[in-house]
């Protein structure tokens, strides 16, 4: 797996509301992004509601810059992907979130500076803007496109952060007991299947021993260990002590 390398800027085109542009900042720090940028801002700047809306990002607020025009903003940046709702003409490539966030990864792993830029709350960007993009990007939404800046940056952040980790899809917690051995798993089948046949489970007869092999192959796919034969076993020596005493 190719290193994170550094993380790419947000840039903020246009954006109307200080609380967006918190909650924005907000979304980097989730997912170690921290170089925020904004073009000709909507709002008064420094904004105290997105210091509030920040809640602890409040540092990427401090250090972010503002820049007059998208040029200016964009100029030092070899990577630049623009998201949008829908897709543009103008644009080569059409990405989804992670396959941007694989590019941008790529990128990045050969020292090359990326970007990400985001249009205003109102509008999105311009096809100006877009065009100064090598692709776009486009998250996938359930027929209403619409989405808050702060969800869009988080859900870009995310996929960027995603693209670097190494954590299984799937973890199981370790476990010091033993595999069940033969003599526990042949115990366990006869004290089930004794029981079973008392309360008259195993019929007809004539079914009795399909039915046996079918659930000792059902039990024997649980790969149990030894800690979980005797957890079985206490469970049947209680369950048919409760029926002798009367319990429903």
């Known amino acids: 797996m190719p290193p994170l390398g550094r993380a790419p800027a947000v840039i903020l085109s246009s954006p109307q509301m200080g609380e967006n542009i918190g909650a924005a900042a907000r979304a980097m720090a989730n997912f170690g992004l921290s170089e925020m940028r904004l073009i000709a801002p909507k709002t008064e700047w420094p904004n105290e509601r997105a210091k509030v809306?920040?809640?602890?990002?409040?540092?990427?607020?401090?250090?972010?810059?503002?820049y007059p025009d998208p040029p200016s903003a964009l100029a030092d940046f070899g990577l630049v992907l623009a998201t949008t709702a829908r897709g543009r003409d103008v644009l080569r490539d059409i990405l989804t979130p992670a396959e941007g966030a694989a590019r941008l990864r790529a990128a990045a792993a050969q020292g090359?500076?990326?970007?990400?830029?985001?249009?205003?709350?109102?509008?999105?960007?311009?096809?100006?803007?877009?065009?100064?993009?090598?692709?776009?990007?486009?998250i996938p939404t359930a027929g209403f496109s619409s989405l808050n800046l702060g969800q869009a940056v988080l859900l870009i952040g995310y996929e960027w952060l995603k693209a670097a980790d190494a954590t299984p899809a799937?973890?199981?917690?370790?476990?010091?007991?033993?595999?069940?051995?033969?003599?526990?798993?042949?115990?366990?089948?006869?004290?089930?299947e004794q029981e079973l046949d008392a309360a008259q489970f195993l019929f007809?007869?004539?079914?009795?021993?399909?039915?046996v092999r079918n659930m000792r192959a059902m039990i024997l796919r649980f790969q149990l260990n030894d800690q979980e034969v005797r957890t079985i076993r206490g469970m049947i020596v209680a369950l048919v002590k409760n029926k002798f005493r009367g319990k429903p």
């Open 204 to 211: 007809p007869p004539e079914k009795k021993q399909t039915m």
């Open 112 to 138: 090359i500076r990326t970007a990400v830029l985001f249009g205003g709350e109102r509008a999105g960007l311009t096809n100006d803007e877009m065009s100064l993009a090598e692709a776009a990007i486009t």
């Open 53 to 66: 809306l920040a809640s602890g990002a409040g540092g990427i607020l401090e250090a972010a810059t503002v």
């Open 170 to 192: 799937t973890r199981t917690r370790r476990t010091t007991a033993k595999p069940a051995s033969r003599a526990e798993l042949l115990g366990l089948f006869e004290h089930l």
